[in-house]
């Protein structure tokens, strides 16, 4: 299972949120850039980089340092966070992201979602980030009438190259992901499902992985010392 460190902006800084509201936010660094640099250096083969403003008002907030996060390290990353329109997820690719990350216009603008993902083969990764089941928009604050399996069957059959399952009552709790939402979720599919959400020890990644779990990705657990990138990584290296 690929484990993909994420990286989410807020004012400049590396922070998570709790259980995605805005009034509860945890700041865990200064340079985003020197996260970055230290995850790659730490064997990560992709990033996660999400610019939490932009998904709250759809305006790209922190563009110039996404930019940097993107020209510093020699690995992947995907970049999500108010990429709501083709424009914005060009944008994005042109500035050297591998892939882009696209939630809240999956729902609102379909026909633009599923012609990127024609365009761009292996491109575009699809956010479903559910509470109660249902896909919630607009950075987490809006419910979307749309059921998570509903959505991630539509966006499979775009060709999304992935899609990013998040429970959104597990993320940042650290009290364990969505393991048989998220497995049962990936046998729907075809795409690779990335799990969000809850991890908050090996023992989470490694249930995951057992599970059928392709990846996941992982914040709270890792700026925290829960375990360390390189600890993880010969965990899962070790599930067959």
Do not use: N
């Not at 922070?15 to 200064?30: F, I, N, S």
């Not at 604050?141 to 009552?169: C, N, P």
């Amino acid at each position: 299972m690929e484990l993909i460190p994420a990286i989410d902006l807020l004012d400049g800084k590396v922070v998570r949120l709790h259980k995605g509201r805005y009034d509860e936010v945890t700041v865990y660094a200064d340079d985003p850039v020197v996260e970055a640099k230290r995850f790659a250096d730490q064997g990560a083969k992709r990033l996660h980089v999400v610019d939490l403003e932009g998904a709250r008002t759809g305006d790209a907030a922190h563009a110039a340092l996404v930019e940097r996060i993107v020209s510093s390290v020699s690995i992947a990353v995907q970049v999500g966070g108010g990429v709501r329109d083709a424009r914005a997820a060009e944008r994005w690719l042109a500035a050297g992201a591998q892939r882009v990350v696209m939630g809240t216009a999956a729902i609102k603008s379909p026909d633009v979602v599923s012609e990127l993902c024609a365009k761009h083969p292996g491109k575009l990764v699809i956010a479903i980030d559910a509470r109660g089941g249902e896909v919630a928009i607009e950075g987490w604050e809006k419910g979307s009438g749309v059921r998570a399996e509903e959505l991630a069957g539509r966006v499979d059959a775009w060709g999304a190259a992935a899609i990013l399952y998040t429970d959104i009552d597990r993320d940042g709790t650290r009290l364990g992901p969505a393991v048989d939402s998220t497995a049962a979720l990936q046998a729907a599919v075809s795409a690779t499902v990335i799990a969000s959400g809850g991890i908050g020890e090996i023992a989470h990644l490694l249930e995951l992985a057992r599970a059928g779990v392709r990846a996941a990705v992982c914040g709270r657990a890792l700026y925290a010392g829960a375990f360390t990138l390189p600890e993880a990584l010969a965990a899962l290296a070790e599930v067959r």
